[in-house]
């Protein structure tokens, strides 16, 4: 992902769908992605859209815009030529003279889809999308434009050459662009276009297909390591059909990502129901029962073929990062804590405490495991309760009230419960009935200034109403985006909605 670096300069290889700079609180452009996560603390020297891929740069030391050309690949569906003009013009910016004109090439052509080439100043990302239009060759992706629809813009920066720097920076061709090329369909590519190269710098366990980002595909594949795990949400399907509709993806998955086998399940609304054997098939190698994947320089084990749910959820990973950078010294409870990810993360970043509660004694089982392969146990920082998290949350209330002189309020504090869940005595957990209640309890115990992180996957949840219920129990929420291998359209409902909520200086 990073095509270039010096003590001035970074350059970094930006996937289609990320914004250049975050455009709202609680996202992650790529500026914002690579001071979270890599430790950059950069600023961009131009535009590239969001829809767009390909090189973009970052200085250290403030806007400057740098001097140079970049060369930008095109594809529209229409033929410069059908126009009667020739394979090679140059075009002149409508709103003034001021800037200089670009250049563009016809390259090639395609099935349907015809490439181009244009010549431009660092940063004119905009500019050519809107000379193209005028020019009658409207991008894929850009409908405002004429353009057809299409799930990415079809701009992609391939080269810049700056003055003061003698090395070009160039991005590989994105896998889509390379598809159509070809005359392949690019659903699966378009996914990799929506990834590029940077979850692999974090780690090895990330989504490869996000549900429904295929369309008309209702299923999610994951990545752990050397393997795979396949998630078909249709529960009208029995195993065999939907492993025959989604094996094609999951055989991409494993050459693209150099995965040796996996598994493929049905996704269940309360899996406690059913037993496991039924639930899941494997495709290619058996993978190990247990294994470890990494995410920065942590492990974590998880396993595909033991537990209905792997152990590690992916779609916090962002998450976990932004407690880790600000949990030193900080006392954590992690509720629902499942196998304790979140206490590792924060532990691992020398939080005071981390108290993980559960009720499910082998989650925190698996937790203890997690300290242990993180060098973690020694510490006596992090605490495992098996215990109901509403039973716990009541006896803290109770401390706070009966001894408040004694009681340490916590300074993190992270929510995330299951949607739904059944116990063998009979007892049972909705999360829409419990949601408010956990709320405000949870802001009770909280510190001054401290955060707390409330989520959940109740994809057909209100979510206005998640929103409101923690607003009234923290006085601020932020909602933040959920990470780049989970993407998600204006339309579509919730995967997972995350709020990171505070309370005084220094809360949300």
């Excluded at 850009?142 to 700056?162: F, K, M, N, Q, Y």
């Amino acid at each position: 992902m990073i095509l270039f670096r010096d003590d001035h300069l970074l350059a970094v290889d930006k996937p289609a769908g990320m914004a250049a700079e975050a455009e709202r609180s609680g996202e992650l452009g790529a500026v914002e992605w690579l001071a979270l996560h890599l430790g950059e603390a950069v600023c961009p020297t131009g535009r590239l859209e969001r829809g767009a891929s390909g090189v973009f740069l970052c200085t250290g030391t403030g806007t400057q815009k740098l001097e140079g050309r970049a060369v930008y690949d095109l594809i529209s569906h229409v033929d410069v030529r059908i126009l009667g003009r020739d394979d090679v013009w140059t075009c002149t910016d409508p709103l003034g003279d001021a800037v200089p004109p670009i250049r563009f090439e016809r390259i090639d052509a395609s099935d349907g889809f015809v490439f181009y080439r244009a010549d431009a100043e660092v940063g004119d990302s905009d500019r050519i999308r809107r000379l193209a239009a005028s020019s009658g060759v409207p991008l894929l992706g850009d409908g405002s434009a004429g353009g057809r629809t299409w799930p990415r813009l079809g701009l992609h920066c391939a080269e810049i050459v700056c003055n003061d720097f003698s090395v070009p920076m160039t991005a590989p061709t994105p896998p889509s662009f390379a598809a159509l090329a070809e005359g392949r369909d690019p659903a699966f590519d378009l996914c990799c276009d929506r990834r590029g190269r940077w979850l692999s710098a974090i780690t090895d366990a990330f989504r490869a297909v996000h549900r429904d980002e295929i369309p008309g595909l209702p299923a999610a594949v994951d990545v752990y390591g050397d393997w795979f795990d396949g998630v078909w949400f249709d529960e009208s399907v029995d195993l065999d059909t939907a492993r025959a509709a989604l094996e094609p993806i999951l055989v991409r998955t494993a050459a693209t990502y150099g995965c040796r086998g996996g598994t493929m399940r049905i996704h269940r609304r309360n899996p406690h129901q059913r037993t496991l054997v039924t639930e899941t098939t494997i495709v290619g190698e058996t993978p190990p029962a247990r294994f470890t994947v990494r995410e920065h320089d942590l492990r974590y084990e998880v396993s595909l073929t033991e537990t209905q749910h792997t152990g590690l959820f992916l779609d916090q990973r962002d998450t976990r990062r932004r407690l880790a950078v600000m949990a030193a010294g900080k006392r954590l409870a992690n509720l629902f804590a499942y196998t304790c990810s979140f206490s590792v993360a924060a532990t691992a970043a020398a939080a005071e405490v981390a108290f993980s509660v559960d009720v499910a004694r082998a989650c925190l089982s698996t937790g203890m495991t997690n300290f242990e392969l993180n060098g973690l146990t020694e510490t006596k920082r992090g605490k495992f309760v098996q215990q109901d998290v509403r039973k716990w949350l009541q006896r803290q209330q109770r401390r706070r009230r009966e001894r408040p002189e004694e009681f340490q309020p916590f300074d993190l504090i992270v929510c995330d419960p299951p949607v739904f869940a059944s116990s063998k005595d009979g007892g049972s957990f909705s999360v829409e009935k419990e949601w408010r209640p956990l709320a405000l309890a949870a802001a009770e115990l909280l510190a001054d200034g401290g955060v707390a992180v409330f989520a959940n996957n109740h994809r057909g949840g209100d979510h206005q109403e998640y929103l409101r219920a923690v607003i009234d129990a923290f006085g601020t929420a932020v909602e933040l985006s959920p990470p780049l291998d989970f993407p998600t359209g204006p339309d579509d409902p919730h995967h997972v909605r995350t709020f990171w909520c505070g309370r005084g200086p220094g809360g949300a």
